[in-house]
């Protein structure tokens, strides 16, 4: 059973890095073809793909990412196999970055993003951007 468990602050200030790291059990990430993704969720709104890293390493952000000049810039995806965990980064928060963040696999490169396409999920960690 896979099992994915996010890790990181739950208060950042404006400005600040936020480091969140997803750790991954039951499985390595390292393992084709999965396909391993963070996803957020602020208030009031839906889920919003960010990106993904695959078995292999390649990285993908989604289109709402790459098609915002501020988060493009802002946001990073990376994994580090010897701990079997992947992380995101993402620098300059501002209060518009709160959100619930989840990690999650799916089978293949994520189409749309939309739920359906995961099939294990973390439990989600609240982020909060506040002075």
């Known amino acids: 059973q896979v099992q994915l468990q996010e890790s990181g602050p739950g208060l950042v200030k404006p400005s600040q890095t936020l480091s969140l790291s997803c750790i991954v059990s039951g499985g390595s990430i390292t393992t084709g073809y999965y396909y391993w993704s963070w996803i957020r969720q602020p208030p009031g709104k839906g889920r919003e793909w960010m990106g993904t890293i695959a078995y292999d390493g390649s990285i993908y952000y989604s289109p709402s990412v790459r098609s915002s000049p501020s988060l493009k810039s802002r946001t990073s995806i990376s994994r580090d196999t010897s701990k079997n965990q992947f992380t995101l980064q993402l620098s300059s928060v501002t209060p518009e970055d709160t959100a619930v963040y989840y990690c999650?696999?799916?089978?293949?490169?994520?189409?749309?993003?939309?739920?359906?396409?995961?099939?294990?999920w973390g439990q989600g960690t609240q982020v909060t951007v506040s002075s």
């Open positions: 999650a696999r799916s089978v293949s490169l994520p189409y749309s993003g939309g739920d359906f396409e995961y099939d294990y």
